[in-house]
């Protein structure tokens, strides 16, 4: 079998994480920064096989788009010209953040350690996937 990926995009930045081959367990990758997310899926699409990747839909509580969902769909465009065999699924990312804070809270990281945004949106990006294999 091959990989799921999944990404929390950003503006800035955009977590990521990936499961194991039989799409069990969900693991924290990287984060990268958002200007160079297609060269480096260019990158690992060369040297792992991934089915599937799962891009964030972030909501406000009333259901409506958030504002990065503008970009969110630029990138989608130039992802379907870059990789058009590697389909994507889009999941609800509600609340994700604010987990992955909590997460950080529970696994005892230190004060400091939880304000690494990077480490928050690769978590956020583990969770989306776990999520999805939970419901799979």
């Given at each position: 079998m091959a990989r799921i990926l999944a990404l929390d995009y950003g503006?800035?930045?955009?977590?990521?994480?990936?499961?194991?081959?039989?799409?069990?367990?969900?693991?924290?990758?990287?984060?990268v920064p958002t200007p160079d997310l297609i060269g480096f899926l260019k990158e690992y699409f060369t040297s792992e096989k991934v089915t599937l990747v799962l891009v964030g839909e972030p909501k406000q509580r009333d259901g409506s788009h958030?504002?990065?969902?503008?970009?969110?769909?630029?990138?989608?465009?130039?992802?379907?010209?870059?990789?058009?065999?590697?389909?994507?699924?889009?999941?609800?990312?509600r609340f994700t953040s604010k987990m992955a804070f909590q997460t950080m809270i529970d696994s005892g990281l230190k004060k400091q350690q939880r304000q690494n945004k990077a480490l928050i949106d690769e978590i956020s990006a583990t969770i989306i996937l776990q999520d999805y294999l939970n419901r799979k």
């Open positions: 503006t800035k930045r955009t977590g990521i994480a990936v499961t194991d081959e039989l799409q069990i367990i969900a693991s924290g990758l990287t984060t958030s504002q990065v969902e503008e970009h969110i769909q630029k990138f989608l465009e130039t992802y379907a010209l870059e990789f058009p065999n590697i389909p994507v699924e889009r999941v609800d990312e």
